[in-house]
């Protein structure tokens, strides 16, 4: 054990009890709180370098355990889309003549900002097969200006470096799917080409069928050559915050049970009404029955708490607080966040109702002055600033000035 004119030390980096946050002291060794989160850190990394590749493609539990590395919370969701992913391994890898085992396209909504897309992208980030991921917004009905359903493949196939037989065994990932609900309830003069018309479109490819897209331009024009893809071994996957759903299903259980109904109140309830979907309520929104019959599994994203929007600040591996503690670190500055503070930025969030998307926001606001002087205040000597509850609320953070630089400068 290492002591300094007879006080502890940090065995891995030298620093002080006064120079850290916390020091732990041993028998024979001390180790301060910077050195143990810097040892979280690497185990992690260690972690997902060592993925075993052989056993990663049939068991959900390994699929989960990666996607804990990343989004917290969703545990309902991660289970549901770790066994639809495998599930979709086994019966690409285990052709069988005798059983043909159909496939189950998923279903993914809830609120804004709680880890639908992330998820997909963690998901295909872990996973060998090619993956697409797309947006339904920009897609209309062939013919109409927009993106053709069939831009979707012709993604996945660039994703599979142009191999059609890898490409028909992948998974796509189609987000805003809300997005092309039927305008409106009952039918309208004018053709609805980026809603109704593209949930049409996209019948045929998500049920499985064999398409045929253009091999090289993106556009169709005669001439161009076609080359055909069997969607039967395509995964999709298509999420959406479907705003307004809970209010469908909230009064359709409602006029159920007469009398007795509480108002949403909180998160718990809100996560309850979504519990209640069915069908039904899908169709009332606005996706054509056909369409919502080819999902197998619709998969439900709570909204986070408090607690967990604190946990998306600090814990992921690449979280909020460490991106900005490196921008800082890169000026030379040492940024610090009181836990009101991480507190104080969930809270706010939660109000917004924009759950970890906008946590991002508050944080840059909040720092904005700091990042504009970051320049000019290490030339004063400023060495570390302090975030603490206040600052979040619009007050001076605490700035610790290195006291010999600044007299230097005076
Ligand atoms: N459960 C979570 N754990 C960790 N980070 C999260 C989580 N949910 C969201 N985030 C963070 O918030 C950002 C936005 O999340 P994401 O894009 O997954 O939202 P979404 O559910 O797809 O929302 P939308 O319906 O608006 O598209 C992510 O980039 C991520 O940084
Ligand atoms: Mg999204």
Redesign the pocket.
């Known amino acids: 054990m290492t002591k300094i004119n007879d006080t502890h030390v940090c065995d891995f980096c030298g620093k002080s009890k006064e120079d850290v946050e916390k020091l732990i002291v041993g028998e024979n060794a001390a180790v301060c709180n910077d050195c143990v989160n810097l040892c979280v850190d690497i185990l992690k990394d260690e972690k997902i370098k060592n993925f075993p590749k052989e056993a990663k493609l049939l068991n959900p539990v390994k699929i989960k355990e990666y996607l804990d590395l990343?989004?917290?919370?969703?545990d309902n969701a991660k289970i549901a889309l770790s066994v639809a992913v495998s599930q979709h391994f086994k019966r690409i890898n285990n052709p069988s003549d005798e059983i043909e085992i159909e496939k189950t396209n998923v279903l993914m909504l809830?609120?804004?900002?709680?880890?639908?897309?992330?998820?997909?992208?963690k998901i295909a980030d872990y996973l060998d097969l090619p993956f697409a991921i797309c947006d339904a917004t920009g897609i209309t009905e062939a013919g109409y200006v927009g993106d053709d359903v069939e831009s979707i493949l012709t993604r996945l196939i660039n994703e599979a470096d142009g191999d059609l037989e890898k490409a028909s065994r992948g998974i796509v990932y189609i987000?805003?799917i809300d997005k092309i609900a039927r305008k409106g309830e009952s039918a309208s003069i004018t053709r609805d080409v980026s809603g109704e018309g593209v949930q049409q479109a996209l019948l045929k490819m998500i049920e499985g069928s064999i398409m045929r897209i253009p091999s090289s331009s993106k556009r169709k024009h005669p001439g161009s050559e076609m080359q055909e893809i069997d969607t039967r071994g395509i995964l999709f996957i298509c999420?959406?915050?479907f705003v307004g759903i809970d209010k469908i299903i909230q009064h359709r259980t409602e006029a159920k049970s007469v009398g007795f109904h509480a108002n949403v109140a909180n998160d718990t309830d809100t996560n309850k009404v979504y519990q209640d979907l069915t069908t039904k309520d899908l169709i009332k929104f606005g996706l054509i029955p056909e369409f919502v019959g080819r999902f197998g599994l619709c998969i439900n994203?709570e909204e986070?708490t408090v607690e967990?929007l604190v946990?998306?600040l600090k814990?992921?591996k690449?979280?909020?607080i460490k991106q900005y503690q490196y921008l800082f670190d890169l000026d030379g500055i040492e940024l610090n966040f009181d836990s009101e503070a991480l507190n104080e930025v969930a809270e706010k969030a939660k109000e917004l109702k924009t759950?970890?998307?906008g946590?991002?926001n508050i944080i840059e606001k909040a720092l904005l002055p700091y990042q504009f002087d970051a320049v000019d205040l290490v030339e004063r000597g400023l060495k570390s600033i302090r975030i603490s509850k206040d600052t979040i609320c619009g007050k001076p953070a605490v700035m610790i000035f290195d006291k010999k630089k600044n007299e230097q400068k005076q």
Not at 70 to 74: C, D, E, K, W
């Open positions: 990343y989004v917290i919370g969703q809830g609120p804004t900002g709680c880890g639908k897309t992330m998820m997909a992208r987000d805003e999420g959406g915050a994203v986070l967990q946990k998306v814990e992921p690449n979280s909020l759950n970890a998307r946590l991002k």
